[in-house]
């Protein structure tokens, strides 16, 4: 089933959008990279950004925190993930990636690691080496059942001192959704070595087969209590100009510790526009989110059922969660790499594995938050480059 408000995306309008993915790139050249989507705004949304807009109303915000944000947010996690949290314990970012930085800079000790599971959404091993922390890295393992946490070698990095877990749950680029074991499986390796963990979940709602997302920090009170939960309404509903990212704390001491080594000027400001378009996603954007996932899970059925036919040599485990595929190239061989050859020889722009792990040279990932006709097309793309390269 396909939606025609999905799938009439003009590929002339798409190239005019001032957003990195569509200005990085010449026009010739296909992206299929940065997560974000091509699909219109949900009518809510665009609805308040025109009225905002079009009656000037783009002033300073007032503090955000009396803006009905953190309580939009709260409201949600209990409604669709049965989570119930108070407003209080939320601190409202500009980012989720501002988040990474700042958990890191006010909960990893001098001289220890921070675990995080590769291969990972760049950003976190930006933030490892930006802020001095030293990478405690736990590959995943790709297994039948898909991407598998490598509990033994997780046990091994123990041995070196830790402070922090980077989790990332839904996890890109993979699209692993951990299952409840799994997570209580972390859970108990962060509180035998007294870690804070650090869930960045800005995938939450992208979840398919009827699964469901299970904050890190639902498991228990002992776990909620060195939790910080990262979210925010800007991927799941595809508003990331906008600015505006919330952070959950379990434990009102560690959102002291937090807020104290970061105030909350310098952290800078957030814009009036994503306070209020988030609060309008999280309250009453579902409709679209329910089209839009159910559009998502059959681009991620045709993606592997077309690789799999066209281009049997590439690995692809179907991801459980995100709009994202990430693709074992290995096989093929490609120079320099994946990505720079389908961009050489195939004119499509994909991520570059090795920007999600050294090991992972040998990957691309795929975006497919498209129509299925452009799809088709990054498809065709990627398939006319290895025949073009004989
Ligand atoms: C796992 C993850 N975290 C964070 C972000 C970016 O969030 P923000 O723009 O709020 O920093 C992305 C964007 O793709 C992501 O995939």
Redesign the pocket.
């Known amino acids: 089933m396909t939606h025609a408000r999905l799938e009439g995306l003009n590929l002339d309008i798409l190239r005019n959008r001032k957003s990195e993915k569509w200005n990085t790139y010449p026009p010739e050249i296909l992206p299929a990279w940065v997560?974000e989507m091509d699909f219109p705004l949900a009518e809510p949304i665009r609805e308040y950004l025109e009225q905002a807009t079009g009656e000037g109303d783009v002033g300073y915000p007032i503090d955000p925190t009396t803006t009905g944000v953190r309580e939009a947010f709260s409201k949600r996690m209990e409604e669709h993930f049965e989570w119930p949290i108070d407003p209080h314990q939320v601190e409202i970012l500009s980012?989720?990636?501002?988040g990474i930085y700042l958990g890191l800079m006010a909960f990893a000790r001098p001289g220890t690691g921070a675990v995080v599971q590769t291969p990972i959404?760049p950003?976190f091993l930006h933030a490892l080496k930006d802020t001095g922390v030293r990478l405690a890295e736990n590959q995943l393992q790709p297994k039948a059942s898909g991407w598998e946490i490598d509990f033994d070698q997780l046990n091994e990095l123990a041995k070196e001192p830790l402070s922090v877990f980077l989790l990332?749950n839904p996890q890109?680029p993979t699209g692993r959704a951990y299952g409840r074991t799994e997570l209580e499986q972390l859970a108990e390796f962060a509180l035998r070595n007294n870690l804070i963990v650090i869930s960045?979940e800005?995938?939450a709602d992208l979840v398919f087969d009827g699964r469901k997302h299970i904050p890190f920090a639902s498991l228990s009170p002992e776990v909620s209590a060195l939790t910080v939960t990262l979210n925010?309404a800007?991927?799941s509903f595809n508003i990331?100009g906008l600015r505006c990212?919330v952070a959950h704390f379990g434990d009102p001491s560690v959102q002291k510790r937090f807020a104290e080594t970061t105030p909350r000027h310098s952290r800078g400001g957030l814009g009036i526009l994503g306070i209020y378009a988030s609060v309008v996603a999280w309250q009453r954007g579902d409709p679209w989110l329910r089209e839009v996932r159910e559009h998502l899970q059959s681009n991620r059925d045709h993606l592997c059922e077309q690789l799999a036919a066209r281009i049997p040599s590439v690995r692809i485990l179907s991801p459980q969660a995100t709009y994202l595929a990430w693709l074992d190239c290995s096989d093929l061989k490609l120079q320099p790499s994946p990505a720079r050859f389908f961009l050489k020889h195939g004119q499509v722009a994909l991520s570059e594995g090795k920007n999600f792990g050294e090991d992972f040279g040998d990957f691309v990932r795929v975006n497919f938050a498209t129509s299925r006709k452009i799809l088709d097309d990054v498809i065709d793309r990627m398939v006319a480059a290895l025949n073009a390269s004989g």
Not at 95 to 98: A, D, F, K, R
């Open positions: 997560a980012e989720v990636v501002q959404y950003p990332c890109n960045d800005i995938h925010s800007s991927k990331p990212a």
